[in-house]
């Protein structure tokens, strides 16, 4: 017997790595037992996700800011995503990845515009892959939030935001917006006040407008439905709110609010938008939200706007993003919890129907860099048996 016939290798991939028997993450017995919707699979036209788990697009400013490999992935990005995905998550999503080069956050974020960026982007899709996740990748442009500095250097100097200048790979002179000028830079500071950590934006041109739209498309060849492949899933972020409500920016020049978006998200899903990546804030500095100390602010965001797309009929799917860190939270999201289910019991006698999910995935983030294994410790802590990685079954956590 061949020895690949023993411990079969995944095909395709340019290294030996082990076909696992079972998917990481994947309920051992998935019809047996009383699995939550958390751990049950999610179909997205051709593509099916093996849990409801999701890792979001998270900077890590770990690209070169120069040279051949300006904006590309590394060894690092493989070595981070796809550890998510070895330890269970179904969809890994590489970070915000400029359609431009002045559409990066910093210097040292990725790009998707240049084939020299798909050997990097193809590593980590392949490592994703092997583990039986899928993969997808946020494209972005930073807009007047650019060209500023890693967040790490911004603490450094004991400042939120630090701008990034030419001499470090910065683009100063290249800073754009729908409007220009000192008064509209992110934080409101003049590109003179050494406290500012922001540039002042450039206004766009017409012309400079159409050339982003067309970036956006040349990217993955997939800015909008009609020109990706019909069987693609297609997500999308959304600001849900600026948080500026009552604010006396709002009352003189309006803001984008839930409302807002309720409106909008009606009309995204005839478009082909596959599912909503419930967001919201960083629009503007006078946001009345710290999104550090508020556990669920987001959550309950996206479970009105799920409630409002199944009023109108949609079922656009919905995704919580918003640090999610405890198993019962998690779960609580994907599905009713057994306190929700009586109370849906006992409505049905009064013809108020049953009650609904808040979301159809949960994204995470911080919580997986803090902890890898966030997937299979959910699974623990929830009773459910999930496979675990070929080369960690050795050391399992013991059954609660």
Known sequence: MAASALNAPVPGLPYFAPQHAISPGTPIKPNGGNVPTLFTPLTIRSKTLRNRIVVAPMC????????????????????TLGHYALKGAALVFIEASGVQPNGRITPNC????????????????DICHAQGALC???????????STCATWVSARHGKTSVRAGADVGGWPEDVVGPSGGEAFTWDGKGSADPEG????????????IETLVGDWAEAARMAIRAVIPEDMPLFLRL?????????????????????????????????????LDVSSGGNHPQQRINMFKSKDYQTKIASRIRQELRAAGSQMLIGAVGLITEAQQARGIVETSIKDEAEAAKSMTEAKGSAEPMADAVLIARQLMRE??????????????????????????PRL
């Not at 990725?110 to 899709?125: E, H, N, R, T």
């Not at 997808?136 to 650019?146: D, F, V």
């Open 60 to 79: 890590q400013y770990s690209a070169a800011h120069e040279g051949p490999q300006i904006g590309a992935l590394t060894p690092y990005h493989v070595a």
């Open 110 to 125: 990725p790009g998707i515009w240049s084939d020299d960026q798909i050997p990097g982007i193809k590593a980590v899709v």
């Open 239 to 275: 600001s849900a709110t600026e948080w500026l409500e009552e604010t006396e920016l709002a009352k003189q020049y309006g803001s984008w609010d839930v409302e807002s978006t309720i409106e909008i998200t009606k009309i995204l899903s005839p478009l082909g938008v596959d599912l």
């Open 136 to 146: 997808g990748i946020q494209l972005a442009h930073a807009g007047r939030k650019s």
């Open 197 to 208: 950590g922001f540039y002042a934006p450039r206004e766009l041109s017409s012309g400079e």
């Open 372 to 397: 890898p294994e966030w997937v299979l410790r959910v699974a623990w802590q929830l009773g459910v048996d999930v496979a675990w990685p070929s080369q960690f079954d050795r050391v399992r956590f």
